[in-house]
Antibody
Framework: EVQLVESGGALVQPGRSLRLSCAAS????????MAWVRQAPGKGLEWVAN????????HYLDSVRGRFTVSRDNAKNSLYLQMDSLRAEDTAVYYC??????????????????WGRGTRVTVSS | AIQMTQSPSSLSASVGDSVTITCRAS??????LGWYQQKPGKAPELLIY???SLQTGVPSRFSGSGSGTDFSLTISGLQPEDFATYYC?????????FGQGTKVEIK
């Protein structure tokens, strides 16, 4: 059974740092792109970042680039999100997501097929 | 960033109705679009990827169509468990962007 379990969420002051973790099990973690998606209270979904299977490539939402760093440890089946210089607008539930990329006619399609339950980050003084 | 605009923002429907939700991209995205369902307090679930490919295990009453800038999700014969919020997501380029969501409520 595929499981994604996030941890590390907390109440932090603006400008501080936090590191989220996601423990993956039930699948070959090193074979998948992974992503973080967040949801502010009462708001919609927002893609944050993703990382390639071997960690050699990543992408970020413009508003977090330079402040957040996504990484992974395939030996530990774990995904991370280092969040620095946190702002009030980063307050959200953060979901760890598996991307089961499909390929048709040389086009790669995302398929976020498994999601964790999320971990809550609150940035407030 | 590509903007994804869903309509309507909310709708009321009865069990057994057919409903269609639309999603418009601010530029062409071929068919690189997915649809997700989210129930209150739960993580989203994948329904459709590549605009029209049904995810394994998702009931066949869900269908997706479209290409370029205009896409739709149709639920044929609403069931009680389908009352939820639905999001489209473009995966044509970075950053990935979601629509604002469409809440399907019971009439």
């Amino acid at each position: 059974e595929v499981q994604l379990v996030e941890s590390g969420g907390a109440l932090v002051q603006p400008g501080r740092s936090l590191r989220l973790s996601c423990a993956a099990s039930g699948f070959s973690f090193s074979s998948y792109w992974m992503a973080w998606v967040r949801q502010a209270p009462g708001k919609g979904l927002e893609w944050v970042a993703n990382i390639k299977q071997d960690g050699s490539l990543d992408h970020y939402l413009d508003s977090v680039r330079g402040r957040f760093t996504v990484s992974r440890d395939n030996a530990k089946n774990s995904l991370y999100l280092q969040m620095d210089s946190l702002r009030a607008e980063d307050t959200a539930v953060y979901y760890c997501v598996r991307d089961d990329t499909h390929t048709f006619n040389k086009i790669y399609y995302d398929a976020f097929d498994f999601w964790g339950r999320g971990t809550r980050v609150t940035v407030s003084s | 960033a590509i903007q994804m605009t869903q309509s309507p923002s909310s709708l009321s429907a009865s069990v057994g109705d057919s409903v269609t939700i639309t999603c418009r991209a601010s530029q062409g995205i071929r068919n690189e679009l997915g649809w997700y369902q989210q129930k209150p307090g739960k993580a989203p679930e994948l329904l459709i990827y590549a605009a029209s490919s049904l995810q394994t295990g998702v009931p066949s009453r869900f269908s997706g169509s479209g290409s370029g800038t205009d896409f739709s999700l149709t639920i044929s014969g609403l069931q009680p468990e389908d009352f939820a919020t639905y999001y489209c997501l473009q995966d044509y380029n970075y950053p990935r962007t979601f629509g604002q969501g469409t809440k399907v409520e019971i009439k």
